[in-house]
């Protein structure tokens, strides 16, 4: 049977991924990097989407990453992530990032992004067809609901960037960067 023509459940694909934050994560305020933390949310959406595609898979866009609570060296850094939305070849995997301080018992949470993933044919190198979701619960069919509408609001904001794209003229141009804090060398060329 075709990965097209089933479903598979939301709990099927769903990982946990537990790291400590070791001294050579740390940046210069010594903190753990922000990158560090962004290449641990992309394993795992990696992870989970080629769980439930059972297909190679890449990262197509990252939903906004706000870093609402630094991470310290010596926290335990785990994140979730699941399978929200599916499309026909993408999915819109959820991550949450939650950091905890063993010494002082608290728990903070660090992170909530959304990774868009699509699976592709190793050979073709083609977008393939995922399974869709069996939603077995409401906080399921809630997050399945969210991740369709994330979708259309993304095409939407760039069809309006590109519409705006289209319109900029050099008089265009002038006028949004007057009064900004910038200085012009050179005169924008009208396209």
Known sequence: MSSAHHYKTVSASQIILKELMVPSYANFGGKVHGGVI???????AYTCAASHAKSYCVTASVDSVDFMNPV???ELLTLFASVNYVGHSSMEVGIKVISEDFKQDIVKHTNTSYFTMVAVD???????AVPGLILET?????RFVMGKLRRQLKRQHHREINQLRQALNQER???????ERCQLLVEPQAD
Request: aromatic share 0%; glycine share 6%; proline share 3%.
């Open 38 to 44: 962004l290449s641990l949310m992309d394993k795992i």
């Open 138 to 142: 409401e906080q399921q069919i809630q």
């Open 173 to 179: 141009l002038l006028a949004e960067v007057a009064g």
């Open 72 to 74: 310290e060296v010596g």
């Open 122 to 128: 190793e050979e073709t190198r083609q977008p393939t």
